[in-house]
Every structure is written in C-alpha cells, then in structure tokens.
C-alpha cells in the first residue's frame, strides 16, 4: 500500500532563516506530487505541483520554490522566511489521470 | 479561475443529529472529492464521484454528484463525537489549455462541532 511521509512535522523558524521541507511516497511510481499551505481555519492553497522528475509547475509568486529530485520525494524551500509563510504546508500525491490525491500528516511551520 | 462556494462554514450540531453540506461551483466539474480534516493532520479522503448523477455512500456518509455537474453535496447521518472536524469539497474541471489535468480546486471547508 501506499504510504506518504512529511518531515519535520513542526518546526519554528526566525524570519530571514532558510526552508526545507521534504515530502516522499512509498509504494508507488511516478506519482504528480504537491505542496499545498494552509493558513489556521482555512482552506487549501496549491502553492507547487509536479508530474515528474525535475518537472515543477508553479501556482502563486512568492519567496517559496520546489524541487523534485527523485521520483518520489518532493522538496518545499525557502532562503528567506517571512512571517506571512507560517502555516500549515501539507504535501499530497496522485497517481496518473485519476484525479484522487491523498494528503500527508503535514508540517506546522511557524516564523518568529 | 474556477471557485468553489462551500456552505455552511460551520455547524453547531447535537449528538445524533443529521448534517448536510454542499459545494457549488460556477463552472462544470467532472470530479469531485470530499475530505475529513482533524486538527493538527492532513485531510482524508471519504468519498469520490466521478460521475454526474452518482450517489456514493461509505457507512454513515452519503455524498452525490449534482447532475448539473455544477454542485455537490455530503451529508452525515446520526453524527457521533467523531465526526467533529472540517469538510472539504474538492472538484476537477474539464481540462483546458491552460489547466494542468492533475489539480484539484478545494472548497473553503464546514467546521463542524458537536455541541454536548
């Protein structure tokens, strides 16, 4: 069975520090991997998506990027945090054309 | 870009009572998911409808995809502390050349909360 791993499951940063946020998925190949935030109370905001290696699809300006290295591990990053990138990021996997995406345990990110 | 209006925001509900909630959207979606949230973890899928018309149930839920294509609703019966949480709706519209096939648009959730 599939599974999905986030890490660190909290963590709380100054501003101005770098990000690293790791997603990985076990038990299937070649999934579309996401990054979503949400902010407390609130609903999903799609920040990055990727359908493969190296291939990342960017949906709001902001001072986060993406990467994918391997096919089933997914990186969310920062050089500077500001205090508006604290939240609740949560990554997400899908597989082919189905259109179901599971969620991870998410990471509580708090900038100081 | 497309929206989805989810309502209500949120429920104060007694033990037992049923629940209903709904998405709409102005747009057609072809798919639409509905998700659990507990505090502190990452949304569970309950229910998907791929299908206009279908009417889905997994135990105490039962959620249907409007035949409209335009709207979607869930309801809960004889709602058990549990239960407690936030809904979301999730929808997928037809691809466009500007629309990756891959991504979901969420509705803004239903809190919802068992009054004792």
């Not at chain 2, 909630?21 to 102005?26: K, Y």
């Not at chain 2, 509905?34 to 569970?44: H, I, L």
């Not at chain 2, 058990?80 to 891959?102: K, M, Q």
Request: hydrophobic share 35%; aromatic share 10%; glycine share 10%.
């Amino acid at each position: 069975s599939q599974t999905i791993h986030q890490w660190p499951a909290t963590l709380v940063q100054p501003v101005g520090s770098p990000l690293s946020l790791e997603c990985t998925v076990e038990g299937t190949s070649n999934p579309n991997l996401y990054w979503y935030r949400q902010a407390a109370g609130r609903g999903l905001q799609l920040l990055f998506y990727s359908v493969g290696i190296g291939q990342i699809s960017s949906e709001v300006p902001q001072n986060l990027s993406a990467s994918r290295p391997q096919d089933r591990q997914f990186i969310l990053s920062s050089k500077k945090l500001l205090l508006s990138d604290s939240g609740f990021y949560l990554c997400a996997w899908s597989v082919g054309r189905l259109d179901t995406q599971y969620f991870g345990p998410g990471t509580r990110l708090t900038v100081l | 870009g497309q929206q989805l209006n989810q309502s209500p925001q949120s429920m104060f509900i007694q033990e037992g009572e049923d629940v209903s909630m709904n998405c709409t959207s102005s747009s057609i979606f072809n798919t639409w998911l509905w998700y659990k949230q507990d505090p502190g973890e990452g949304p569970v899928l309950l229910i998907a409808l791929y299908k206009a018309g279908e009417l889905t149930s997994n135990g105490r839920l039962t959620a249907q995809f409007g035949i409209t294509r335009k709207d979607s609703f869930l309801n809960i019966s004889a709602s058990i502390p549990s239960d407690v949480g936030i809904y979301f709706c999730a929808g997928r519209t037809l691809p466009t050349a500007n629309f990756g096939n891959e991504k979901l648009t969420f509705g803004t959730g239903t809190r919802l909360t068992i009054i004792p």
